[in-house]
């Protein structure tokens, strides 16, 4: 969460990725459950978290949605999830490349690009299919109207 600009730069030439893991801090900062050390001695701010961010998507680095949330903060999924990607629209990306950051990134970032993360036929898929165009809005994202897992299909009736 600190890094130095040389630490950015060579993360972007080495091919080194990053989660930022933003929702749960933004939700850590708001529950004031942050180590008081980390306030106080490293001074730990939201404004650092973003800059992190924002300078390391100038870099190109490859980032990838995540979440360090555990024990209570567990409630949050899988909406931290969603604000997640909204986080990182708000402090730059494209609604493509925040999609791109959940899906094609993280098969990336776990070494399994060949096997995950886009579609394309010999890939492994689970989808999730929601009436709302997610290039204009996440808010649909979590109450999809048809999910394949597997290769088998849910349905979901939802009440309006």
């Known amino acids: 969460n600190q890094m130095d600009d040389d630490v950015l730069d060579l993360m972007a030439q080495r091919d080194v990725h ?3 893991t933003l929702a749960i801090y933004r939700q850590l900062y708001h529950d004031n459950k942050i ?4 306030l106080e001695r490293r001074h730990w701010t939201p404004t650092m978290h973003d800059s992190l961010f924002k ?11 995540g979440s360090d949330a555990v024990f ?7 909406g931290l999830y969603f604000s997640e990607m ?5 402090l730059g990306m494209t609604p493509m490349e925040a999609i791109s950051a959940a899906t ?11 096997r ?10 689970d989808l ?21 897992v597997g290769g088998k299909i849910h349905l979901f009736e939802r009440s309006q």
Not at 72 to 78: A, K
Not at 107 to 113: F, Q, T
Not at 129 to 134: E, F, G, R, S
């Open 104 to 114: 094609r990134n993280g098969a990336v970032i776990l070494g399994e690009a060949d």
């Open 35 to 38: 180590d008081p050390d980390l």
């Open 128 to 148: 999730q299919v929601v009436d709302q165009d997610p290039l204009q809005s996440f808010d649909g994202l979590g109450r999809p109207s048809l999910v394949m």
């Open 116 to 125: 995950l993360g886009t579609i394309v036929p010999g890939k492994l898929a």
């Open 18 to 20: 990053l989660v930022p």
């Open 72 to 78: 209570d903060e567990m409630r949050l999924y899988p």
């Open 86 to 90: 909204k986080h990182f629209v708000e």
């Open 55 to 65: 300078k390391a998507h100038a870099r190109h680095i490859v980032m990838g949605i």
